[in-house]
C-alpha cells in the first residue's frame, strides 16, 4: 500500500512540474520582454539585388538585413522618428504597443506599414503584404481553391486570424496564379507573414516568423 502511494505521489508531482513546465514556456512566449507602452518597427528588404548593411532609428541600429528577408522588430518609446535606411530618411511616427514594417522598395524608397497587434494563444495571425506594383493580389490556398485574404493594394497588408494548420497558399490575380509557398505550420499564437514581392519582373512569395529582438 505504501509502494502505491508512493508511486501516485510521484506520479502528481510529475504531472505538477509537467504543467508548470508548460506555463512558463507559454507565458514566455506570451511575455512582453519589452517596456510597457513600447513602439515596435522591422525592416523589410524588398531588393533583391543586395543586403541593407544597416538601418538606423532613434540611436538603435538593425543590422545586415538580407535581401528578401525581414529583421525582427525591435522596440522604441512611442514618438516620432527618423528611419535612415539604404541613404534615405523616413519620418516614422509610432504609438504605444503598436508594431511597424519598414519596406525597403528596389527604387531605394521606404514604404512604412502599420501591422496589427496580435494576443490570441488559440490561433495563429497570417499578414499578406502585397510588395509588388500590382493591385488587387490575393492569398490563397496554393491550388486556388480556398481565399485566405482577398485583394490586397500594391504596398499594402491585410491580416487574417488563422487555425494552426500546415499549409501552402498561392498569391493569386484575377484567379491567375503567380507564386507558391513552400508548405509551412501556422502555430498557435504565433504571427506569421507572407510578402509578395517583385523579383525580375515575377513575383515572389517570402514567408517569416515575426519576432522580436530585445537585446537591441
Not at 492569398?139 to 488563422?162: F, Y
Request: proline residues 4%; charged residues 20%; aromatic residues 6%.
Amino acid at each position: 500500500m505504501k509502494m502505491l502511494m508512493h508511486s501516485a505521489l510521484l506520479v502528481l508531482i510529475s504531472l505538477v512540474v509537467a504543467v508548470n513546465t508548460a506555463q512558463a514556456g507559454e507565458d514566455a512566449l506570451y511575455a512582453a520582454e519589452a517596456p510597457d507602452g513600447a513602439a515596435f518597427i522591422r525592416v523589410v528588404n524588398a531588393d533583391a539585388s543586395g543586403s541593407l548593411a544597416q538601418a538606423a532609428i532613434g540611436g538603435k541600429l538593425i543590422t545586415e538585413v538580407e535581401p528578401l528577408a525581414a529583421s525582427p522588430y525591435i522596440y522604441l518609446p512611442a514618438g516620432t522618428y527618423q528611419l535612415e535606411v539604404a541613404g534615405h530618411s523616413t519620418p516614422v511616427r509610432m504609438g504605444k504597443n503598436e508594431f511597424y514594417t519598414a519596406v525597403v522598395l528596389d527604387s531605394g524608397e521606404t514604404k512604412v506599414l502599420k501591422d496589427v497587434t496580435f494576443d490570441n494563444p488559440r490561433k495563429a495571425l497570417l499578414s499578406f503584404y502585397n510588395l509588388t506594383s500590382e493591385g488587387g493580389v490575393s492569398l490563397r490556398t496554393a491550388d486556388g481553391k480556398v481565399a485566405v485574404i482577398e485583394s490586397v493594394d500594391s504596398l499594402n497588408v491585410d491580416n487574417r486570424e488563422i487555425n494552426a494548420v500546415k499549409i501552402m497558399l498561392g498569391a493569386f490575380q484575377s484567379g491567375e496564379p503567380l507564386a507558391k509557398t513552400p508548405q509551412i505550420s501556422l502555430q498557435r499564437g504565433k504571427v506569421f507573414s507572407v510578402f509578395a514581392i517583385d523579383v525580375g519582373g515575377s513575383p515572389r512569395l517570402v514567408v517569416a516568423e515575426n519576432r522580436v529582438d530585445t537585446s537591441v
